[in-house]
T-cell receptor, first 112, second 112 residues
């Protein structure tokens, strides 16, 4: 979706290092989400935001934190990366009130 | 966490054949969504369904929202090579943060 971009698209890092992934949207949507996608588990929600500075945990939030200081940006941080956090991470946005979510193209993160 | 039961998990068909996949849930949803994911990309919305019993088409794709609001199916007619990919169903919460519950996906492979 052209209205939502993720950076970086690929990253390789070492265990114990901090990592921040960025999601940027140009649609002025209220809701933003971070998912991880792993074989056998499908897409699982990590954290979500329902407005600037308003965030909440999803089903797999341990080891992750998020921040949303502006409507357009939603950051996902791994404070101290572990090998179990190797995954493909997707960001999504929604205008709310029953509107569907639209996804970015993902970040492939490898933690060695 | 909660997950939808999506079947089949994989399909191997000949080009030109019709395809059918479905999703069931133990919970009621007010919105059902169908996404397609190509390798290296994020899920792309195909069809959104908002009313029980609703039948919606998008080109060769047709999806229905089950009367019980606990299931949905997606049909693809006259498959072509670009239909290859993984198809996901998702039920969306209407209240709160519009969170999605995903199926495990159906991987579609087409033999030319």
């Amino acid at each position: 979706d052209a209205g939502i971009t993720q950076s970086p698209r690929h990253k390789v890092t070492e265990t114990g290092t901090p990592v921040t992934l960025r999601c940027h949207q140009t649609e002025n949507h209220r809701y933003m989400y971070w998912y991880r996608q792993d074989p056998g588990h499908g897409l699982r929600l990590i954290h979500y935001s329902y407005g600037v500075k308003d965030t909440d945990k999803g089903e797999v939030s341990d080891g992750y934190s998020v921040s949303r200081s502006k409507t357009e940006d939603f950051l996902l941080t791994l404070e101290s990366a572990t090998s179990s956090q190797t995954s493909v991470y997707f960001c999504a946005m929604s205008g709310g009130a029953g509107q569907p979510q639209h996804f970015g193209d993902g970040t492939r993160l490898s933690i060695l | 966490g909660q997950q939808l039961n999506q079947s089949p998990q994989s399909m191997f068909i000949q080009e030109g054949e019709d395809v059918s996949m479905n999703c069931t849930s133990s919970s009621i949803f007010n919105t059902w969504l169908w996404y397609k994911q190509d390798p290296g990309e994020g899920p792309v919305l195909l069809i959104a369904l908002y009313k029980a019993g609703e039948l919606t088409s998008n080109g060769r794709l047709t999806a229905q929202f089950g009367i019980t609001r606990k299931d949905s199916f997606l049909n693809i007619s006259a498959s072509i090579p670009s239909d290859v990919g993984i198809y996901f169903c998702a039920g969306q919460e209407v209240q709160g943060a519009q969170k999605l519950v995903f199926g495990q996906g159906t991987r579609l492979t087409i033999n030319p």
